[in-house]
């Protein structure tokens, strides 16, 4: 009866019907993360990486009262322009379901659509984490602990260094999330490729990281993986280069005392101001590169499924 | 076999039969919140409401090695005078029923046990939360994770603000359950209409919030959701008269030592005092709304559900 | 399917044929814990106690790309001497298994073992809590949420005092998890019988706890009990006489900078040594009270099920 709530575009109908590796991205990016008509553009290009490596991707958002698995591109025009999009977490989706309204999905709401489709892997930039000053505030995103309950492998370049790293990496051993850094030692931090902290695990190829997915599914343990893919090294921003960005930035909040759900919005601002762009320009590069290990994973699953 | 366990009075037993609205009530309120008789008067006022709004009441209970679900007058009065009851909640409960003692549900006890009797919804008056002190002292309600988990739509008057409003809502957000302040933006703080906090979710009638949960289940998403329902205007106490008693209370409890699970019962019995008794009389009138509330909302679930 | 994952020993397989008694018990105490031979000798005079109480030892690890369950003589042997074991908890038991590494297993990864095994009931020293400083630094053992979700009684001597004895207890409260003082009202700590603090529940006979895990299944409720069984009176190590030593081993490794996961094993021998190592005798003499108490519950469990 679930299945009645997913709409496959057309490609994604097909790629399920031949049993080929399928990538879901999520749409909030789309929604709020860059302007139109770069958002949907950018959207295009990590769809076209994807085909590109043999995957076919399956962007997800809510519209109509269903859960969209691929868009079609009149669909990602509609959504690169819509108004007052509510950007959906676990807490919401079913509300925005049923009430019809449009909804942008989150690294959690894309799991969870993923994971009824059918879809395994999930490409996306940064995933959230534990918040700077979590220790008094309690705000943890709501992406942590789906990671340990739903069983997709999500392929994000670490978290945003604007993050408490330590404590998302100290919350994720909690809850028995394999965070996976792929082909280095280090933690990525997003625009950085080392946060310099070490993750708790690394595989070097999309065999490994397939494989022991499977076996967490065969196992019978609920939830995915994080795979920490750091951003290509000519695209990246180093820490020393974008730590000062982000304290400055971080200042400024303080200093005009922006608070709760004001705080990331602002710090991005600023922080894209502050790189002079590059920050984006980063940001866009992180997410192909992360399109195309997601596609390399999907068709490692597929084959080792057999 | 679970079924065994559970002993349903004749009035929900015949509600069951008939496949119409039942709504749960807990029953520390009974053993923990007023003092016999007047605890037994409101409990079957509380019920009364529920029937003259068209659903059945089911108030939960442990006795006896059983689960019951809907108590006899006999056994309200019974459970109104009982001595040395425990107060369980998800920890304790299977050891309250293995040894054959009497239990009072909190929140996430009276939850588990109207899922296991396939009622919905659950009318209460304020849930746990987080601690004031939470940051170093951890100490936050297994009411929380119980909504995260366990798929029923409890009806509240929001969290007493004794508790940390503003972490109560994050730790929610974070497991992804649902709040939804019914009628307003606001979200309502017991005694107060607002708490000076927006919920996340605002829903205006009982059949938004029943298609809500009906979406949640079709989902496949465990959890229920909370409703926060504002205490109704001519029975509220507005946030500039309750708050100075709340921080006299606190300041005394401080003062005098009071710690750990001394410290709510300490806080209610001095704020119950230093309002001369308005604070007892707000708690029975938003019970009762609540119930209002969680019998339109039972309805509105048999009828959607078809 | 995950059964193909599973290798029983020959002891073990026998005691599955039988529906005899079983006691699971981890390895990271043999890999991470003691010197070879030591370490095997303390394994087998634990496996020689489970079997004087009437129940079969069945020792857990990972090798060769399986989870053993029960070691022969061979792989015990093996494993006490093996150089770069993976300590392996629910984050990172798929990856060991998927990469055929060999990985002994922390009171989690035991837990989820059991439970794949069809294990009641698991005999360990202490369990992983919420660390001292966690309120900043978050550090909280994945021990904890898995006693919330998977369905294994385990025996411990509470928890080892370095850790933050009163957090992890409300950690456990708001985690659902039942805590269970054996024969006494106090929640004990590892070397010492009495922590200080009282624990939420207490039974004294091992009829009683197989009772309440038994009905915590019936419920439908995930998730284990933790059994906190006080040190022997002539093995102790009292409060007064380990605190101090406790004191002085965190204050160097505060004034040498250890941090991470350099504390524990720091922390642990400095106490070893401050103690003239009594603190080692200790911890055998309650891991042999443990694997007694646990075979006790785990007969009377097969006695109950009928
Ligand atoms: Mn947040
Ligand atoms: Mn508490
Ligand atoms: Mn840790």
Redesign the interface.
């Known amino acids: ?2 299945l009645d ?1 997913l709409q496959f575009s057309p490609e994604v109908a097909a790629a399920r019907a031949a049993g080929t590796a399928i990538v879901a991205l999520e749409s909030t990016i789309i929604t709020h993360g860059m302007p139109f008509p770069q958002n949907v553009e950018a959207a295009r290009a990590v769809e076209a990486e994807i085909r590109a490596q043999g995957a076919t991707p399956a962007t997800i958002a809510v519209m109509g009262g269903r859960i969209l698995i691929g868009l079609t591109d009149q669909q990602l025009d509609d959504l690169g322009q819509a108004k007052a999009v509510m950007k959906i ?7 925005c ?3 019809g309204a449009v909804g942008a999905t989150t690294v ?1 709401a894309t799991m ?1 659509c993923a994971r ?1 489709a059918g879809i395994d892997v999930f490409a996306t930039g940064g995933i959230g984490g ?1 918040h700077r000053g ?9 992406d ?3 990671l340990g309950e739903t069983a997709v492998t999500v392929i994000a370049a670490g978290a945003k260094a604007i993050l408490d790293l ?2 998302t990496l ?11 850094a792929y082909g280095q030692d280090a933690f990525p931090a997003f625009w950085s490729r080392d946060s310099g902290l070490k993750a ?2 690394r ?1 070097d190829t999309a065999a ?1 990281i397939a ?6 599914t ?4 609920p939830g995915g993986q994080l795979v920490a893919n750091p951003i290509p090294v000519e695209s990246e921003i180093p820490r020393a280069e974008i730590n000062p960005a982000i304290e400055q930035a971080l200042a400024e909040a303080e200093a005009q005392g922006i608070a709760a759900k004001e705080v990331t919005p602002f710090l991005l601002q600023r922080i894209f101001e502050l790189t002079e762009g590059r920050s984006l320009v980063s940001n866009i590069a992180l997410v192909l590169n992360n399109a195309r290990l997601g596609a390399a994973i999907a068709r490692e699953i597929v084959k080792q499924r057999g």
């Open positions: 009866m679930t709530l977490s676990r807490a919401d989706i079913a509300a379901i049923a009430r959690a969870i009824l534990v979590a220790e008094t505030s309690f705000d943890i995103s709501a942590l602990p789906e330590p404590k100290e919350y994720l051993e909690t809850k028995g999330v394999p965070v996976i708790p695990l595989m490994e494989a022991a997915q499977l076996m967490r065969r196992l019978g343990l």
